[in-house]
């Protein structure tokens, strides 16, 4: 049996990130950069205004004050997206707009609080205007550049595409991204318990919760979720619903249920007919009987059939893959320091039991979030966190200093 790392490390041994496909810029956001991106133009591409106002030469504006302006003609107006020919010379102004191009001639912005203009919406163009204040050349003026060089490399690949990179991607006009492909997951839920979440259960059964919750994982996470349904506990029925995934591209192929020493555990045998299974039990609470190998050379996840274990070990040991698959280097889910402000009991095997960690003052503190059955959900639904036990610990106090690990933060940043 391995420790939870040994089995991450075993299992992340053979998984490569997929090939990079080519997508529309929205599409790329959360997944990462396969390519270097190089500006098209220049940021800003023109030297602009960076204020509604007028464009002046600084020297004419010597010695302006509120008491003594100084009044000088407007020659020119300079909407945004329409640049001028017109070449300011010594003693002239001309209105522009935040973002307009600025004239020939002129080489800094005064602000239209600065002067006698004062209902600025709409307004018809003044002959003249008094300017109330001396300006610093280049003052209000964006210089073509000062962002971004022509021809520079602004990305890197290997880095995660947020809303930051969007906006510079959409800036040097890459509207179409290389990104690594998305892995495809094949989910299966196995059992004869089994019915789908919109059947009233019979006697003996209960609705399928695996294949919705890993579903929803996998799609967290960056994957494409294959909805397979439910195989019965027949070899055959299992054996099919694996053909289905390979036939539907599988890239990974998530199993629950039937992976124990039962009876009717079917599962590790269909996988073992076109593959292996490398990999059984971890040393983990939540989560012993995991099962890691491949079917015709995919991987393939045998997760226990325990809603919350399924949960908790397709976490460790699913989510990295699929990091991996998409192109990430980092797949440490971040974890902190917290005070338990309650005992926690543990067998002996590394536990994660589920949390609420709140901080309070400068620390964290966390509490049990309800019963620790690896059938309970509804102490997973008010978690926000997984506080660890280490591995031969039986019994934390009250006060104790533990890791947690935090359920809804991303993992680090990636390409920095
Ligand atoms: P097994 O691994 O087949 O022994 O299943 C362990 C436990 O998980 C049993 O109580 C099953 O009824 C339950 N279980 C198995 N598959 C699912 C599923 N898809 N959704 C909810 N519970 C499940
Ligand atoms: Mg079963």
């Given at each position: 049996m391995l420790s939870v790392s040994e089995a991450q490390q075993a299992i992340l041994a053979g998984v490569k990130r997929l090939e990079p496909e080519t997508v529309p810029l929205l599409e790329a956001l959360g997944r990462v950069l396969a390519e270097e991106v190089t500006a098209d133009?220049?940021?800003?591409?023109f030297d602009n205004s960076a204020m509604d106002g007028y464009a002046v030469r600084a020297a004419d504006l010597i010695g302006a004050t509120p008491e003594r302006p100084v009044r000088l003609p407007v020659i020119a107006d300079i909407p945004a997206g329409h640049p001028t020919e017109v070449e300011l010379t010594a003693g002239t102004i001309a209105r522009i707009t935040t973002g307009a191009v600025l004239p020939r001639g002129a080489d800094a912005v005064v602000p239209?609080?600065?002067?006698?203009?004062?209902?600025?919406?709409?307004s018809a163009l003044l002959e003249s205007v008094a300017i109330y204040r001396a300006i610093p050349q280049g003052a209000h003026v964006r210089r073509t550049g000062e962002d971004v060089q022509r021809d520079e490399q602004v990305l890197n690949s290997g880095l995660l595409i947020r809303p930051a990179e969007i906006a510079l991607m959409s800036a040097v006009g890459h509207n179409q991204v290389r990104v690594y492909r998305r892995p495809r997951v094949a989910l299966l839920a196995t059992g004869d318990e089994l019915v789908t979440p919109d059947r009233v259960p019979g006697p003996g059964q209960i609705r399928n919760v695996n294949e919705y919750s890993t579903a929803a994982l996998v799609m967290r996470y960056g994957g494409v979720p294959l909805l397979l349904g439910i195989a019965r506990d027949r070899m055959e029925r299992v054996a099919a619903k694996l053909e289905e995934a390979v036939g539907q591209g599988a890239d990974v192929i998530v199993a629950s249920a039937g992976v124990s020493v039962g009876a009717y555990d079917v599962v590790k045998e269909a996988v073992q007919a076109?593959?292996?299974?490398d990999l059984w039990k971890v040393r983990?609470?939540?989560?012993?009987p995991l099962a890691f190998g491949f079917y015709r050379q995919r991987p393939f996840f045998g997760l226990p059939g325990n809603p919350v274990s399924a949960m908790m070990t397709f976490e460790q040991f699913v989510r990295p893959v699929l990091r991996i698959m998409c192109g990430f280097t980092h797949w440490k889910k971040p974890a902190i320091a917290v005070t338990l402000l309650e005992p926690i009991e543990s067998d002996g095997r590394e536990t994660y039991a589920r949390a609420w960690v709140e901080r309070s003052g400068d620390r964290w503190q966390a509490r049990l979030s309800?019963?620790?059955?690896?059938?309970?959900l509804s102490s997973l639904v008010r978690a926000n966190a997984l506080v660890i036990v280490p591995e031969g610990v039986h019994q934390l106090a009250a006060g104790a200093t533990v890791q947690a690990q935090m359920l809804d933060w991303p993992e680090d940043l990636d390409g920095w």
């Open positions: 133009t220049a940021l800003p591409p239209v609080e600065e002067t006698d203009d004062g209902a600025r919406s709409a076109h593959g292996s299974i983990m609470r939540p989560g012993k309800g019963g620790q059955g690896s059938n309970m």
